[in-house]
Nanobody, 127 residues
Framework: QVQLLESGGGWVQAGGSLRLSCAAS????????MAWFRQAPGKEREFVAA???????YHEDFVKGRFTISRDNAKTTVYLQMNSLKPEDTAVYYC?????????????????????WGQGTQVTVSS
């Protein structure tokens, strides 16, 4: 049974930083791409960043230069380092584990390719 457990969310002032973690269990972690999505109230869930099995990373334009996704296969954990946070980054952040087949950068942006999701962690950025 796959489980994804996010942590690290919270409240921060604009310009601050947070690091989200997502600990995975239940499958061979290194075999799967991982991603972060977010959902603000009244909005659809949107792609933030993804990291492939080989370590290639993809970040949505609105977080480039501010957020960085990484993974530690030994710890079966994926991270999202968030710097220079803005009020518009306020959302519930979800980690997700993707399929074992090859999925390119366009594929990794689609919610429907992800098999498993965490419960989400709230990030609130005040101005």
């Amino acid at each position: 049974q796959v489980q994804l457990l996010e942590s690290g969310g919270g409240w921060v002032q604009a310009g601050g930083s947070l690091r989200l973690s997502c600990a995975a269990s239940g499958r061979i972690f290194s075999n799967y791409p991982m991603a972060w999505f977010r959902q603000a109230p009244g909005k659809e869930r949107e792609f933030v960043a993804a990291i492939s099995q080989s370590g290639s990373t993809y970040h949505e334009d609105f977080v480039k230069g501010r957020f960085t996704i990484s993974r530690d296969n030994a710890k079966t954990t994926v991270y999202l380092q968030m710097n220079s946070l803005k009020p518009e980054d306020t959302a519930v952040y979800y980690c997700a584990q993707g399929p074992s087949y090859y999925c390119d950068r366009l594929c990794l942006r689609r919610t429907n390719v992800y098999d498993y999701w965490g419960q989400g962690t709230q990030v609130t950025v005040s101005s």
